[in-house]
């Protein structure tokens, strides 16, 4: 069992930014894909940003040149840099682990992972 625990939300102005980690124990697999997602009122889980064991990255559109998914792999520490926040990125922010697709891809999909933190809160006023 992989246990993921958020830190760094909050609350900011728009154009502000914020910086999100996400520490990962007891995963012991050699290849894996660890993402960021996010999940508004009212609205589904979304996709935001996923890396792999080799460091490749993937981003939704939205979040293009403004986030950027990092990971530390001694410590398996993933962190989401966010710039330029804009208020329609508040949202509950969740770190998730899984296994590849065969051909060691990522996807920003909510049902390739299957480990998954409590969240923690982004908030961005405008």
């Known amino acids: 069992q992989v246990h993921l625990v958020e830190s760094g939300g909050g609350s900011v102005q728009a154009g502000g930014s914020l910086r999100l980690s996400c520490a990962a124990s007891?995963?012991?697999?050699?290849?894996?894909?660890m993402g960021w997602f996010r999940q508004a009122p009212g609205k589904e889980r979304e996709g935001v940003a996923a890396?792999?064991?080799?460091?490749?990255?993937i981003y939704a559109d939205s979040v293009k040149g403004r986030f950027t998914i990092s990971q530390e792999n001694a410590k398996i520490t993933l962190y989401l840099e966010m710039n330029s926040l804009k208020p329609e990125d508040t949202a509950m922010y969740y770190c998730?682990?899984?296994?590849?697709?065969?051909?060691?891809?990522?996807?920003?999909?909510?049902?390739?992972?299957?480990?998954w933190g409590q969240g923690t809160q982004v908030t961005v006023s405008s």
């Open positions: 007891r995963y012991t697999y050699s290849s894996y894909c």
């Open positions: 998730a682990a899984g296994a590849p697709g065969r051909g060691g891809e990522c996807y920003l999909l909510t049902f390739k992972y299957n480990f």
């Open positions: 890396i792999d064991s080799d460091g490749s990255t």
